[in-house]
């Protein structure tokens, strides 16, 4: 049976990692490669890397192939920059698994198919940063426009088309807050589509956690500044949280 | 005996993972496209990220489909790694119907319901594939939409999605050729282990 997933984000600004808060402040921690290297031997389902200042630069190249040169035994799933097929193909040249898309979605949804056919369909997760607006209504917000708005159609096509394997949700209220995430965006985001949904932004801890993880729609959960407060925060969020069909890391055993 | 791998490289997908995870295992490895370097390795890995048709066209245009094709016919061990399991199949209708190297007889076709199988899943080991049988239940990561699909006499393994749902092929054999649809090389420790004994017995059974 396929486990959800318990992943860890990397929020990367500038060539370092930093602790975000809702897309507006940012605290340096230090070395990518330090904490991305933390959470594979902890034992994190997949790592999630997010350079979140790369606009039109495409993407970096270089962080990913220096993240691959540390050898991870996870899969690693890097996004920030991706506007092309050709940015696509050497991202996964460079050691990224898969990638997330996030502004080609409404700049340039066309390139989405041309990425599928170069790298595959599986290996596309399509990014929503989302805000719960007073009325009610969720709203997308396009973080390098600094506008936010309706789902555009065209987006909303590509995910109820399945043309991305996944849709990473962002809960952008609650992003760095630590105060949990708002279910009420992936319910936003089930009415438009039947992929399995990852849900990052406010996560801490386990009783923020596990209901999401009950969903039926929910492959996994993303926890980004949580897991930098403490050593082996992965494996201790697993410990508490053994009634939910997560898998349990192990080290490898010589032969 | 330390045993050399040669990463066949198709321009298609991430070797460097591979390539480091081999290392890290002890053996010996390059990534290559150069039948001279192929040709002194004791195991080659066809790995693989991507599309089908990318793929297959990346192999024809490097001249790899005959080479290939003529190592699994003279036993050498080879193992195929998630898209590079697939295309040891006959066919896959991935983005159109497109030939495949015909190792191992079978097709790849879309997965059904659910379309995808991503994430963590643990491995159901067939009978008398004692090779295989250290990874029963197991839990490896995959990563695909596409299956394969063929006799079960070549089926080394299944995952399930769900409780009871249709057994997904995870892994096939033939032979010294070794087909497995997960990423070990992303599996941690117990995709570490089996990818280190799957090169130790070199193919094997």
């Not at chain 2, 997960?182 to 990818?195: A, D, R, T, Y």
Request: hydrophobic share 45%; proline share 5%.
């Amino acid at each position: 049976m396929l486990r959800k997933r318990l992943l860890g984000a990397v929020v990367v600004r500038q060539g370092s990692a930093v602790q975000s808060f809702g897309y507006r402040r940012w605290l340096p921690l230090g070395k990518p490669e330090c904490l991305v290297e933390n959470l594979d031997r902890w034992g994190a389902d997949g790592i999630v890397v997010l350079a979140i200042d790369r606009g039109d630069q495409g993407p970096d190249l270089k962080l990913i192939e220096r993240l691959g040169a540390l050898g991870l035994s996870t899969p690693l799933t890097y996004g920030g920059g991706l506007a092309t097929e050709e940015h696509a193909r050497a991202a996964v040249r460079a050691g990224a698994e898969r990638l997330v898309l996030d502004a080609v979605l409404s700049h340039n949804p066309q390139a989405v198919g041309a990425m599928a056919s170069s790298v595959g369909v599986q290996a596309l997760v399509a990014a929503l940063p989302l805000l719960h607006g007073a009325d009610g209504e969720v709203q997308h917000l396009q973080h390098l426009k600094g506008t936010h708005g309706a789902l555009a159609t065209p987006i909303r096509e590509l995910i109820a088309g399945e043309h991305v394997s996944e849709v990473l949700v962002i809960d952008v209220a609650s992003e760095g807050e630590g105060h949990g995430f708002n279910p009420a965006l992936l319910q936003a985001v089930e009415a438009e589509t039947a992929l399995p949904l990852l849900a990052f932004g406010g996560l801490a801890s386990t009783e923020q956690i596990r209901p999401l993880l009950s969903r039926s729609q929910l492959a996994g959960v993303v926890v980004g500044n949580a897991l930098n407060y403490r050593e082996h925060a992965i494996g201790q969020l697993k410990a508490a949280l053994t009634d939910q069909p997560l898998r349990l890391h192990r080290q490898r055993r010589s032969l | 005996m330390r045993r050399t791998v040669a990463i066949v490289d198709y321009g298609v997908g991430n070797h460097t993972s591979v390539l480091r995870c081999v290392r890290q295992l002890g053996f010996r490895a390059r990534v290559s496209h150069s039948a001279e370097q192929l040709d002194q390795a004791d195991v080659l890995v066809l790995p693989g990220v991507g599309a089908f048709p990318t793929a297959m066209q990346h192999l024809h245009s490097l001249d790899l489909v005959s080479y290939l094709q003529r190592a699994a016919q003279l036993g050498r061990p080879l193992i195929g790694i998630c898209l590079g399991m697939q295309l040891l199949a006959e066919s896959s209708t991935e983005l159109g119907f497109t030939p495949g190297l015909g190792v191992i007889p079978g097709v790849v076709e879309a997965i059904g319901e659910p379309h995808w199988h991503i994430g963590w899943n643990g491995l159901e080991v067939a009978e008398g594939r004692p090779l295989l049988q250290a990874s029963d239940g197991d839990v490896m990561y995959f990563n695909h939409s596409y299956v394969f699909r063929g006799p079960e006499a070549f089926v080394a393994a299944h995952s399930r999605v769900r409780e009871g749902s249709e057994p997904l092929v995870a892994a096939i054999q033939r032979g010294s050729v070794w087909g497995l649809q997960f990423h070990p090389e992303k599996s941690q420790g117990p995709g570490l282990e089996l990818l280190e004994r799957l090169i130790q017995a070199g193919g094997g059974h």
